[in-house]
């Protein structure tokens, strides 16, 4: 039977990918998307993902979420990145949000549920930790959150940050101390599922809609990747939010240590660290499968797999 999810989105071009994983596996029902504020304006992000679903040709409700994050409207937001763009090359969407109040269809959806649908995070936890704190009795219907997020042995934001997690790190702390399941797929794991110009080629060949969208996403990615931020292998690229749906599809994808993680949230230099507890020097309970490795020949036979279908 296929796990159902939902899909929390800062689209984004490995947003984008992620999305297309979801609504395509035959192992999810993708029951809703919810777009938050991250990698564009929000506004944008939730256009981004009507035009992912428009493309593929699926009908996904879509809702839109907050604006700003929970406590810092300053946010200082990269105007236009070179690995996401602003508005994806896609024709513009024909489709509607179906509302522009994520927070509250998360929770009325979550409320009315069998307490079986796993939550996928793939943006700035801000309509997660809003939902968690007005309504914390949704938690005992979540069975799962898996959430890109974070890092322990290098930053992309910061030196010590993470996007997602350094853009709202006081909605991170609340999803931290949420005492539900998470399984964490940080920039740990995401930075060793590079995905080449090669693999881009290859998804070329599939022809779909969902490959040829991938392969160019990819391709923008591996452009900014290569002149900003080079990772161990030239000419590739992490695709983050793609691997979290991975992992939920099929766990094996990513090896994980259970820790206790925490977030700064007042550091000088270090707001938005997801402080992990490898040593358990804080003596505190584990909260967190933090992924540390990733099966790469698994997650691109996925990839290549899911992206090769149609609706
Ligand atoms: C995360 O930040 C965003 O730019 C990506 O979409 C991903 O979710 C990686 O740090
Ligand atoms: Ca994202």
Redesign the pocket.
């Known amino acids: 039977m296929a796990t159902k999810v939902i899909l929390d989105v ?1 689209t ?1 071009t ?2 984008a990918v992620a999305l297309m994983l979801a609504a395509l596996s035959p192992d999810l029902e993708l029951i809703g998307a919810t777009t938050v504020v ?2 564009c304006p929000g506004i944008v992000c939730t256009q981004n993902t009507l035009r992912v679903f428009d493309h593929i040709g699926v009908d996904v409700p879509v809702h839109q979420g907050m604006l700003e994050p929970m406590v810092r409207p300053d946010f200082n937001r990269p105007e236009k990145s070179v ?2 763009g602003l508005y994806l090359d896609l024709p513009p969407a024909t489709s509607k949000a179906t509302s522009n109040d994520a927070v509250a269809w998360l929770i009325e959806t979550y409320e009315a549920s069998a307490g079986d649908i796993t939550l996928i995070p ?2 700035p936890l801000t309509n997660i930790g809003m939902a968690f704190r007005q309504q914390p009795s949704m938690l005992a219907k979540l069975p799962e959150l898996v959430i ?2 974070g890092a322990h042995h290098i930053g ?1 934001t910061t030196p010590s940050a ?3 997690i350094w853009v709202d790190p006081e909605a991170a702390k609340v999803v931290m101390g949420c005492q539900r399941p998470i399984r964490m797929v940080p ?1 740990d794991a995401t930075h060793k599922a590079l995905i080449s110009l090669d693999d881009c080629k290859k998804l070329r060949q599939l022809g779909t809609p969902a490959a040829t969208a991938a392969a160019s996403f990819i391709e923008q990615r591996v452009e900014g990747y290569n002149k900003y931020q080079p990772m161990a292998e030239m000419d590739a690229a992490p695709v ?2 793609a691997l979290a749906v991975c992992a939920v599809i099929d766990p094996t994808v990513i090896k994980t240590e259970l820790i206790y993680v925490d977030v700064e949230t007042k550091g000088e230099l270090t707001d938005g660290r997801t402080v992990c507890d490898f040593g358990n020097r804080s003596h505190k309970e584990p909260n967190v499968h933090f992924a540390t490795d990733v099966d790469l020949p698994k997650f691109k036979e996925m990839m290549f797999d899911i992206l090769g279908r149609t609706a």
Request: charged share 25%.
């Open positions: 800062d984004g490995d947003d991250g990698n690995i996401h793939v943006g890109m997020g992309n993470e996007f997602n920039l983050h939010d």
